[in-house]
């Protein structure tokens, strides 16, 4: 989300979160919230989170993600972010998870457990980020969704002042959330920031996991990471797979968990959500299967 480049008509450091509320909220047909802004509608979509468990791959959270479109027609999310200047998507990046937070009530009890995207550079708005954050509290208590089963992914977008995220480890962590490094590899998710961030996971960018499992030298360094952060105590998440291959590589690297197409792609929200993720759990009786391509 953050890696979108956004336009400045009123200059960067403007930093003034605005009191008033930026979208109209729905329901749709479907039973889904959407959010009306401008000309597009806003909904949510979820990608499951598969953790490696005694041989078999299990959904252990959901990935929430923005799906925008402008009349029937699907709008790219990063295009549309480049539409924004950065005082607009100040208001908006709040909004965004209030909308996938109301929409989680269609996850299956028990398994509301959320990966939720939060911008570097929205704690610079100082005091207005402590509103922000009482106001994601308030939203998950009428979820009822604890804030231990929220992980704050930390997207790739950049930041120059490390200091804004200590404190915002800081700030999330004293009131209960788990923190991810988003997209490892990209743009500005480097080593430092992890060092910054102290987090609980990294999920590696699925570009960076693709050429890194194409050869034996790349799994050799993706192997190395993995162990790194292990040893740091920190889980590891192989994005972008889209393979059978690549998650049999991604068990062998050690990965904690894994996500991507060739596992389960994006669904909308809506009723029929639990439905759509029973099929994903498997029976303890089943056999695993063996995937090709392995390095030795």
């Known amino acids: ?27 749709a047909d479907d039973g889904a919230i959407v959010a009306r802004h401008g000309d597009v509608t806003l909904r949510t979509a979820f990608q499951p989170v ?6 078999r791959l299990s959904p252990v959270a959901c990935e929430a993600l923005l799906r925008v479109m402008r009349g029937t027609t699907p709008v790219l999310t990063d295009a549309w972010f480049s539409s924004l200047d950065m005082p607009e998507f100040r208001q908006i990046e ?3 998870r209030r909308l996938h937070i109301r929409n989680a009530r ?8 959320l990966f939720l995207n939060f911008d570097p550079r929205i704690p610079e708005s100082g005091s207005g980020f402590d509103a922000i954050l009482r106001e994601l509290g308030s939203e998950l208590r009428d979820a009822g969704i604890s804030p231990a089963d929220v ?11 490390t200091e804004i995220l200590t404190h915002l ?4 962590r004293a009131r209960g959330f788990l923190i991810a490094v988003d997209d490892f590899g990209a743009h500005a998710s480097r080593l430092g920031r992890v060092t910054a961030l102290a987090p609980d996971i990294v999920k590696f960018d699925g570009n960076l996991v693709q050429r890194l499992l ?12 993995v162990a790194r952060f292990r040893d740091d105590g920190i889980h590891s998440v192989l994005e972008g797979l889209e393979a059978l291959w690549q998650v049999g590589l991604a068990e062998k690297a050690d990965a904690a968990m894994v996500q991507g197409y060739v596992l389960a792609a994006p669904r909308l929200a809506g009723p029929d959500l639990p439905a759509w993720l029973g099929q994903y759990h498997v029976p303890r ?3 695993n299967v063996q995937l090709a391509k392995r390095y030795n």
Do not use: K, W
């Open 94 to 96: 709040p909004e965004l």
């Open 214 to 225: 194409a050869t034996r030298a790349g799994f050799g360094t993706l192997a190395t990471l």
């Open 151 to 161: 992980v704050c992914e930390i997207t790739e977008a950049h930041t120059d002042r």
């Open 1 to 27: 989300m953050a890696g979108a480049h956004l336009r400045s008509r009123t200059g960067e450091g403007d930093t003034r979160l605005p009191a008033t509320r930026t979208f109209d909220f729905e329901t």
């Open 169 to 172: 480890s800081y700030e999330l």
């Open 106 to 113: 269609h996850l299956p009890p028990g398994q509301q457990r």
């Open 50 to 55: 598969f953790r490696f468990q005694n041989g």
């Open 285 to 287: 009786h089943s056999t």
